[in-house]
């Protein structure tokens, strides 16, 4: 059985106008693929979320959860930011 990585949300013309600007913001990112691209491990995904560090995932189907693409780019980009605050770096 394959496993699903990323999804792309089918585009509706009822809400094209609230598209993302970003082509990747719209895609769904699966946890395997959330623990390769942050390089952690699937628990620490689980702690962060549970301490409010990470967004919540959501469901997608019955047994599925992802997240957006677009959320996970914005929790890297506020570490960064945070990081080279603290470092002296701006």
Do not use: C
Request: glycine residues 4%; aromatic residues 6%; hydrophobic residues 40%.
């Amino acid at each position: 059985m394959a496993s699903l990585k990323t999804v792309v949300p089918p585009a509706s013309s009822a809400n094209a106008s609230s598209l993302p600007a970003s082509p990747r913001s719209g895609q769904l990112t699966r946890l395997p693929d959330a623990v390769r691209q942050l390089r952690v491990s699937r628990s620490t995904i689980y702690s962060w979320m549970k301490q409010g560090i990470f967004p919540k995932n959501f469901p997608i189907g019955p047994r599925a959860t992802a997240w957006l693409q677009s959320d996970i780019d914005a929790f890297v980009a506020a570490r960064a930011t945070q990081n080279n605050a603290e470092v002296g770096h701006e």
